[in-house]
């Protein structure tokens, strides 16, 4: 096996070229200063204040550990162009046009917004020429899905679905160069191999494994990374979330909340010290603050606990977020990208006890994830229910006829719509509670 010495001197064809060498990649991978890898969702990049928040916090951070960026598209990006598919399978193509256009102005004002007046010109011309480029490749495939049974289930689909990510981790990176953070754009599609089952796309864990360390947009990271003390600035490489690519060389997305398994399987793929996953809530919390504002917060949850509580509904991580960090115990946290100094939710290895017990005391329940259903009906998930909790749950089945299931995810109370629990106006037949109410009995 080459030994480290080879590595030296550092340049990107001496480094990518030892790094081709596979029996070298485990040994260089290990020896590396531990770093981080970074998650900021579309809800933190949704405006060029958000964005100065993001910067703030990488110039912060990337001094005293190294980073790895990943980035999802800005916020309500993906929804728009879920509606560009449908659009194109309609062939109303004027209005998938309208639809990117709208796209690309935003992306536009946020980047110019970051940089000082002088330098707008530069930059404009630079994102000019990318959005061009992006909008040529997102007409010719909404063409290809004139009629098709399932668009956003498919490869054109997902190729214009991944437009999203593609636009924003670019610019990303361009303006993060430009206000002094060195940086370098990593092609996701590059890195993230998958099958192709589109819509949803299953990761080749070993293939990503084997593109991260060989990737040679990478290698000037992985040298400074290895020299001691570092003689340069270490460059923060920043990737796109949610998209792929088959080993055919189809384009895939990896499903909803896809960029959170994007950074899972980049830190594992890197053998990071642990992923922080940047949100607009202060980390996770007993239920949806967005629909009962008293939500509490969970400092630490278990790896198993998280995922149930995806599983259950909760829309606050990929459901295969956690599967790629667990076998290398390493952590997940959970933070606000506006309040940097509130600790988050840290997401673990299985505490010392084997049974599943709520944080605090008093709590019937780990936590409570809330869904709608088809027929606008809403299920309560109730998340390794107390005894108490448990016994609470039957009394409001048997009292009120309601459905309640139970599975190795939790408590499933079925309630009416969603809408009727927030106000507590329900039928005499149903609940007689609010959402609001239902919360404080589990979680006072």
Excluded at 9 to 18: A, E, K, L, Q, V
Excluded at 229 to 258: A, D, N, Q
Excluded at 334 to 354: K, L
Aim: with cysteine.
């Amino acid at each position: 096996m080459p030994n480290l010495r080879d590595l030296k001197p550092f340049n990107d064809d001496s480094i990518y070229s030892f790094l081709q060498n596979s029996d070298a990649i485990v040994s260089v991978i290990h020896s590396f200063r531990r770093h981080t890898l970074v998650k900021f969702g579309g809800s933190s990049l949704a405006s060029s204040n958000a964005w100065q928040h993001v910067f703030d916090h990488i110039r912060r951070s990337h001094h005293n550990q190294p980073l790895i960026v990943v980035v999802s598209a800005v916020g309500k990006t993906t929804r728009a162009l879920v509606g560009c598919v449908h659009h194109a399978a309609q062939g109303r193509l004027d209005e998938v046009e309208q639809g990117l256009n709208e796209i690309w102005a935003t992306h536009k004002l946020i980047a110019l917004e970051c940089i000082q007046p002088e330098e707008w010109t530069a930059l404009e011309d630079w994102v000019d020429h990318l959005l061009s480029k992006l909008h040529q490749e997102a007409m010719q495939m909404a063409k290809e899905l004139l009629n098709h049974p399932s668009p956003v289930c498919s490869a054109h689909g997902d190729a214009i679905l991944s437009l999203g990510e593609r636009a924003t981790s670019q610019i990303f990176q361009k303006v993060l160069e430009n206000v002094g953070v060195p940086s370098v754009w990593v092609d996701a599609r590059e890195v993230i191999m998958t099958d192709e089952s589109f819509g949803a796309a299953k990761p080749n864990r070993a293939k990503i494994k084997d593109a991260m360390t060989q990737h040679h947009s990478l290698s000037s990271f992985w040298a400074t990374l290895q020299e001691q003390p570092p003689k340069r600035e270490i460059p923060v490489p920043v990737l796109g979330g949610f998209m792929g690519r088959s080993l055919s060389g189809s384009p895939t997305t990896l499903g909803f909340e896809g960029s959170d398994l994007t950074a899972t399987l980049l830190a594992e793929a890197s053998n990071a010290e642990r992923v922080t996953i940047f949100t607009d809530v202060n980390g996770i919390m007993t239920t949806d603050p967005r629909i009962v504002p008293n939500a509490k917060h969970i400092p630490t949850l278990t790896y198993d606990e998280a995922e149930d509580l995806a599983l259950g509904g909760a829309r606050v991580l990929h459901p295969q977020t956690l599967v790629p960090v667990v076998e290398q115990s390493i952590p997940v946290h959970v933070r606000n990208t506006f309040q940097p100094d509130h600790p988050g939710t840290i997401i673990g290895p299985q505490r010392d006890s084997s049974a599943h017990t709520p944080f605090v005391k008093e709590w019937k329940a780990v936590a409570m994830a809330v869904t709608n259903q088809a027929d606008d009906s809403s299920v309560l998930t109730f998340l390794h229910a107390t005894p108490d909790g448990q016994s609470q749950l039957r009394q409001w089945s048997e009292a009120y006829a309601l459905q309640l299931d139970v599975d190795v995810h939790g408590w499933h109370l079925h309630l009416p719509p969603l809408a009727a629990l927030k106000s507590g106006q329900n039928s005499d037949s149903s609940l007689p509670l609010s959402l609001q109410a239902i919360h404080d009995i589990f979680f006072p």
